[in-house]
C-alpha cells in the first residue's frame, strides 16, 4: 500500500462513541472539554449522540444506533476522510451483540491512521495535545494509487 501525507486542518472531524456502560463516562468527558469541542465538528452514534446534545448543548450530527449499523457509519465517515479522530469508549467486560461491527470500526481507524481515544485517560492526552486545536500532517492510505495500481495489474 501506498501512503500519502494530508493536512488536518485545526477545525476537526471528531466522531463520539460509547458504549451502554460508558455513557456516562463520555458525557462527563464531553462536559469537562465543552469548550475544546465546540470548536470541531462532532458526530456521534444514536442515543450517545441524543444524551450528549441535549446534556451539554454541543451540536452533533448524529448517526444511527451502533449496534443497527451506526459503527459502520462511523467507518464510512473514517474512509471518506470526513472523520479525523475517534474517541471511543467502549467497555471491555461487556460482550456486544455488535462485535465484529466495533472491531471493524477500530480496524478501520487503525488503517487511515486516525487517532483513537478509547477511554477517559488518552481521551484526556488527545484533548491537551497541541494538534487537537490546531493544523497536523499524517500519513494514510493513497486510495488513488492503489486503484491506478490495480488497473495496470489486471490488464
Given at each position: 500500500?501506498?501512503?500519502?501525507?494530508?493536512?488536518?486542518?485545526?477545525?476537526?472531524?471528531?466522531?463520539?462513541?460509547?458504549?451502554?456502560?460508558?455513557?456516562?463516562?463520555?458525557?462527563?468527558?464531553?462536559?469537562?472539554?465543552r469548550?475544546?469541542?465546540s470548536?470541531?465538528?462532532?458526530?456521534?452514534?444514536?442515543?450517545?449522540?441524543?444524551?450528549?446534545?441535549?446534556?451539554?448543548?454541543?451540536?452533533?450530527?448524529?448517526?444511527?444506533?451502533?449496534?443497527?449499523?451506526?459503527?459502520?457509519?462511523?467507518?464510512?465517515?473514517?474512509?471518506?476522510?470526513?472523520?479525523?479522530?475517534?474517541?471511543?469508549?467502549?467497555?471491555?467486560?461487556?460482550?456486544?451483540?455488535?462485535?465484529?461491527?466495533?472491531?471493524?470500526?477500530?480496524?478501520?481507524?487503525?488503517?487511515?491512521?486516525?487517532?483513537?481515544?478509547?477511554?477517559q485517560?488518552?481521551?484526556?492526552?488527545?484533548?491537551?495535545?497541541?494538534?487537537?486545536?490546531?493544523?497536523?500532517?499524517?500519513?494514510?492510505?493513497?486510495?488513488?494509487?492503489?486503484?491506478?495500481?490495480?488497473?495496470?495489474?489486471?490488464?
Amino acid at each position: 500500500m501506498e501512503y500519502k501525507e494530508i493536512s488536518l486542518p485545526a477545525a476537526k472531524s471528531i466522531a463520539l462513541v460509547a458504549h451502554d456502560n460508558r455513557k456516562k463516562d463520555l458525557l462527563a468527558w464531553c462536559k469537562k472539554h465543552r469548550a475544546d469541542l465546540s470548536r470541531h465538528t462532532l458526530f456521534a452514534t444514536g442515543t450517545t449522540g441524543t444524551l450528549i446534545e441535549k446534556e451539554t448543548a454541543l451540536p452533533i450530527n448524529k448517526l444511527i444506533s451502533g449496534p443497527l449499523g451506526g459503527d459502520q457509519q462511523v467507518g464510512a465517515l473514517i474512509t471518506e476522510g470526513r472523520v479525523d479522530m475517534l474517541i471511543f469508549f467502549w467497555d471491555p467486560f461487556e460482550p456486544m451483540p455488535h462485535d465484529p461491527d466495533v472491531k471493524a470500526l477500530l480496524r478501520i481507524a487503525a488503517v487511515w491512521n486516525i487517532p483513537i481515544a478509547c477511554n477517559q485517560s488518552s481521551a484526556d492526552f488527545m484533548v491537551s495535545s497541541p494538534l487537537f486545536n490546531g493544523e497536523s500532517q499524517h500519513w494514510v492510505p493513497d486510495y488513488a494509487a492503489y486503484m491506478a495500481s490495480r488497473a495496470q495489474t489486471s490488464v
